[in-house]
């Protein structure tokens, strides 16, 4: 519960019910006549005896898992277990496919969320690497790294008036109904920002919640879209079209807690994008 935030999502981590969790818990409590979390509704929070008791745990559960690795590196990475959080599957995709051919023995999970959703499961552990668009700052307990940069192009349906251009403006674009992510997307704020520099206002925007809503859109012919150059794919539905007087570049970051960088199938991982051609620079 300390490391989660709630029972329920400390359950989901254990592969227990919450109810059984709770119980354990309650029962640990009774029998030595402590109290180690207060309950407010459905909020928890640690007492100082819980606070010094997680310390204590968290040392020991580090300690088995630094003997695991141990022997996981004697014997090579033949097997183990490795969690990645995402924004999107186009840049995590083909990274875990090496990944997985050259250690087949792995298991992988894919989760996707928003940025905040990521940083929140790496913290929390529930993900042992995220990739997402927003690196946050000050992070000295995070290693970072950057991917190559890439650059967001405006895309139409094959059958728009735009279809056989191969670039436009800013100015342009603010002409035409523009299909955009909901608020807190990295794409958009890249283009709002761009927006803003050159002083345009966009007279008409539809909002839609995920990328695969604005895809579908745009190839109904309802707008313009903005998506990153390699998310876009080879889709014969679609045109892109680069934005001439706009810098729309931006990074993907490759995100793990430092005090976890070393354990096997983690550092795996990191080696192997660090030394192909995804790789920009650390930071």
């Given at each position: ?16 019910t919450?109810p ?5 818990v ?14 407010y509704?459905?909020?928890v929070?640690?007492?100082?005896l ?5 310390e204590i745990?968290r ?5 088995e ?5 141990l ?11 490795l969690t990645?959080?995402a ?6 995709t ?17 989760r996707?969320?928003?940025s905040?959703?990521?940083l ?17 700052e000050?992070g000295?307990?995070?290693r970072i790294?950057?991917l190559?940069p890439?650059r ?9 008036a ?15 109904r ?8 990295h794409t958009?704020?890249v283009?709002?920002?761009a ?10 925007v ?7 809503g ?11 879209g ?8 080879t889709?014969t539905?679609f045109?892109?079209?680069q934005v001439k007087?706009?810098?729309?570049k931006?990074s ?9 960088e070393n354990?096997?199938?983690i550092h ?5 994008i ?10």
């Amino acid at each position: 519960m300390a490391t989660h935030g709630s029972f329920t999502r400390a359950a989901e981590a254990l592969h227990v019910t919450q109810p059984t969790l709770s119980g354990q818990v309650r029962e640990l409590e009774e029998r030595y006549h402590i109290k180690l979390f207060t309950r407010y509704g459905r909020k928890v929070n640690l007492t100082d005896l819980g606070r010094t008791t997680f310390e204590i745990t968290r040392r020991i559960f580090s300690n088995e898992q630094e003997v695991e690795q141990l022997f996981l590196a004697a014997k090579g990475l033949s097997k183990g277990q490795l969690t990645v959080g995402a924004d999107s599957p186009y840049i995590i995709t083909p990274l875990l496919a090496a990944y997985q051919r050259r250690y087949p023995g792995v298991q992988i999970s894919i989760r996707y969320g928003n940025s905040s959703q990521l940083l929140r499961w790496l913290q929390s552990q529930r993900c042992d690497i995220a990739i997402l668009a927003n690196v946050p700052e000050g992070g000295p307990k995070l290693r970072i790294l950057r991917l190559k940069p890439d650059r967001l192009v405006a895309f139409v349906s094959h059958e728009h008036a735009w279809a056989d251009r191969r670039s436009v403006t800013l100015t342009e674009i603010a002409t035409q109904r523009v299909i955009l992510r909901e608020k807190g997307s990295h794409t958009r704020s890249v283009f709002e920002q761009a927006l803003e520099h050159d002083q345009i206002k966009l007279e008409n925007v539809m909002h839609i919640s995920s990328r695969e809503g604005v895809r579908e859109a745009v190839a109904a012919g309802l707008g313009i879209g903005i998506v990153s150059e390699n998310e876009l794919g080879t889709d014969t539905r679609f045109r892109a079209l680069q934005v001439k007087d706009a810098d729309l570049k931006h990074s993907e970051f490759i995100i793990c807690q430092k005090s976890r960088e070393n354990e096997q199938p983690i550092h795996a991982f990191i080696e192997l994008i660090s030394s192909s051609l995804e790789l920009h620079e650390p930071l």
